[in-house]
């Protein structure tokens, strides 16, 4: 969890009037989480069980809770090992509709979700598909409203301004594609995010860890009595400065960021030079084409192709990795998650800079302005398969540490 989150949650606490502040009084203390996905399945998960296992360590105080982000990292990490049992009334589903055979897939799942009986009824639950399918042929929505007329008020559908203005409406979101399908999703939910089972149907999944021929199979477990998994995985918010007429800085945009800032020269012919401040203090003066500033689950996209390391998704880290730096002693680093990174263009510089936000959002920094990057508040969860699925997708998309032949005895 990120650091701005652990204060905001480690603010609710409310101790024991008798005790002495240490664990004995967070024993009887509430913890309400900021997080979307802990307020929504609050009920399904004893929060209290979970703080009484984590104050039985003796280092462990609640001083230290409050200074640190031990406790609430400790909270989601204990979290994702307890399965979530909640009924899921409604499902939005995400794909690419201009693919016919995604077009296809999902009018299946649509209609098997809307007729298989759920929670003591005869019909099935209500399912979001995107708004551009409603006069898609291929689709065919009325086809599938002539099955049972009841199916009129369940099939529904969603827009990006429904995800922005009512991200509650959905209890889970179901994609069908790559990993560009779940960035895409990731950007359609800009706030809070409900949890994400992603079914592996494009060209790369380092996030798509569930079969789509097994879908029922898979289903019928998650919204069942063996309930979903979830990992936190943590996002960015990056926010854009332009540098004002008076010469104070004014906030331009701010996005939400599930793999990486790309900061680079763009066309310029000229190297890039970013001042790169770390709470305020001046740690550098990049000189290269570029720079990357990756969560852990992006340090398999393009962190990667610049040197980068694997970080696994449940280490809270920055990932800062040069594009081609003018000093070859530039190497990638890890930075501490509850660092708040500016990333400024020198006034005196004498080329712009290029920043995109997941590959999107492309705009141009100009002498004096600044992007800051900071732990965002609201992670990106994700269903899991299995407990190893972050080794098996490295493994199934990278062959990690597999040999072409095997040696001889």
């Not at 309400?32 to 209290?48: E, K």
């Not at 105080?61 to 990292?73: D, E, F, I, Y």
């Not at 010469?247 to 790309?262: I, K, M, P, R, T």
Request: charged fraction near 20%.
């Amino acid at each position: 969890m990120p650091s701005q989150s652990v204060l905001d949650a480690l603010e609710g606490l409310e101790l024991d009037p008798s005790s002495d502040g240490g664990a004995s009084g967070l024993r009887n203390a509430a913890l309400p989480s900021p997080c979307f996905f802990h307020q929504r399945f609050g009920d399904a998960v004893n929060i209290d069980k979970v703080l009484e296992e984590i104050v039985d360590d003796e280092y462990i105080s609640h001083s230290r809770l409050m200074q640190t982000a031990t406790g609430v990292r400790e909270v989601s990490r204990q979290l994702q090992r307890r399965p979530i049992r909640q009924a899921v009334r409604s499902v939005m589903i995400v794909t690419k509709a201009r693919d016919n055979q995604l077009v296809t897939l999902t009018r299946e799942l649509a209609g098997w979700l809307l007729s298989t009986p759920r929670y003591g009824s005869d019909l099935g639950i209500n399912v979001y598909v995107d708004a551009k399918l409603r006069m898609s042929k291929r689709f065919n929505a009325a086809g599938l409203v002539e099955r049972n007329p009841r199916f009129q008020d369940m099939l529904r559908y969603w827009t990006p301004d429904l995800c922005w203005s009512s991200p509650e409406t959905f209890d889970l979101v179901l994609t069908l594609g790559g990993d560009g399908t779940v960035l895409f999703t990731s950007w359609l939910f800009q706030r809070i995010v409900p949890p994400i089972l992603s079914f592996s149907l494009g060209s790369l999944g380092f996030l798509t860890n569930f079969q789509f021929h097994q879908y029922k199979e898979h289903l019928h477990s998650v919204m069942g009595d063996s309930g979903m998994r979830v990992n936190l995985r943590m996002r960015f918010t990056c926010t854009l400065y332009r540098n004002g007429r008076l010469g104070g800085a004014e906030e331009a945009e701010q996005f939400e960021v599930l793999n990486e800032l790309v900061i680079d020269r763009g066309p310029s012919p000229y190297v890039s030079n970013l001042e790169l401040f770390g709470d305020n203090e001046l740690l550098t003066v990049v000189q290269a084409d570029g720079c990357i500033f990756s969560t852990p689950t992006g340090s398999t996209a393009y962190s990667l192709s610049a040197g980068g390391s694997l970080v696994h998704p449940d280490i809270p880290a920055i990932l800062l990795t040069p594009i081609c730096p003018h000093t070859l002693s530039f190497r990638p680093m890890l930075l501490n998650d509850t660092m708040l990174l500016r990333v400024a263009i020198p006034k005196a510089s004498r080329a712009t800079a290029y920043c995109s936000f997941d590959g999107k959002g492309r705009v141009e920094l100009r002498q004096g302005d600044y992007v800051t990057i900071a732990a965002s508040r609201y992670p990106f969860p994700t269903v899991l398969a299995q407990p190893t699925d972050w080794f098996d997708s490295i493994s199934r998309t990278l062959r990690w540490n597999t040999r072409g032949a095997t040696q001889k005895g």
